[in-house]
């Protein structure tokens, strides 16, 4: 059975910094792919952020580049963003999720997809203050 448990969120205020960690178990394969994905109330769930565990591959939302950075730890099975800089338009639920299938072109054709993801964790809540 597989699981994914978001942590990390949070009340700060705008400028701040926040660290998401997203541990995954029951997978077998070591070529995961990650994504981190949001929704704030009243909008579409968006990508974020996608890291390839196979190969380090990381892409962002245009809106969070420079601003976010998606790490994992492999021996951990554990996922981290770190969020930089907040924004109170940064305020949602934050989400990781795993495709059932990824493949190499997965973080850069499906980050904007998010219902081709199969597997979600229960999410974890960020809110920046103005």
């Known amino acids: 059975e597989v699981h994914i448990k978001e942590s990390g969120g949070g009340l700060v205020q705008a400028g701040g910094s926040l660290r998401l960690s997203c541990a995954t178990s029951?997978?077998?394969?070591?070529?995961?792919?990650i994504g981190w994905f949001r929704q704030a109330p009243g909008k579409e769930r968006e990508g974020v952020s996608c890291i390839s565990r196979r190969d380090g591959a990381t892409y962002y939302l245009d809106s969070v580049k420079g601003r976010f950075t998606v790490s994992s730890d492999n021996a951990k099975n554990t996922v981290y963003m770190q969020m930089n800089s907040l924004k109170p338009e940064d305020t949602a639920a934050y989400y990781c999720?795993?495709?059932?299938?990824?493949?190499?072109?997965?973080?850069?054709?499906?980050?904007?997809?998010?219902?081709?993801?199969?597997?979600w964790g229960q999410g974890t809540q960020v809110t920046v203050s103005s």
């Open positions: 029951g997978f077998t394969s070591d070529e995961l792919v």
């Open positions: 999720a795993v495709p059932a299938y990824p493949t190499v072109y997965t973080c850069q054709y499906d980050l904007g997809n998010w219902p081709a993801w199969d597997y």
